[in-house]
């Protein structure tokens, strides 16, 4: 088994986020879209970011975090937690 979890103080604001123990979840980063034209088609996935993971927490864009070591870098800024919205994407820059 897999222990997806980081081990950070810096997060979002909604619920469900995170262990018992406040660690919080990783995801693989995951790229997909709809082909063709029509308005109604089914997105899917076409692969994976290579160096790369999603974490269920807010941190604004261009912050240096160190996982697993490596320096990971968020590419996306800060979620709007009051939405439910707190993933960011973070690639490894070392």
């Known amino acids: 088994m897999v222990d997806n979890r980081i081990d950070v103080d810096h997060v979002g604001g909604d619920s469900h986020y995170r262990w018992e123990d406040t660690t919080l979840l990783l995801y693989e980063p995951l790229v997909g879209w709809a082909t063709g034209s029509a308005v109604g088609n089914e997105g899917r996935i076409k692969g ?7 974490v269920s927490g807010t941190w604004t864009s261009e912050t240096i975090v160190s996982f697993d070591g490596h320096n990971w870098i968020a590419i996306t800024d ?8 707190t993933q960011t994407l973070f690639i490894a820059v070392t």
């Open 48 to 54: 994976q970011l290579w160096d790369g993971m999603v």
């Open 78 to 85: 800060s979620a709007v937690a009051s939405t439910g919205e």
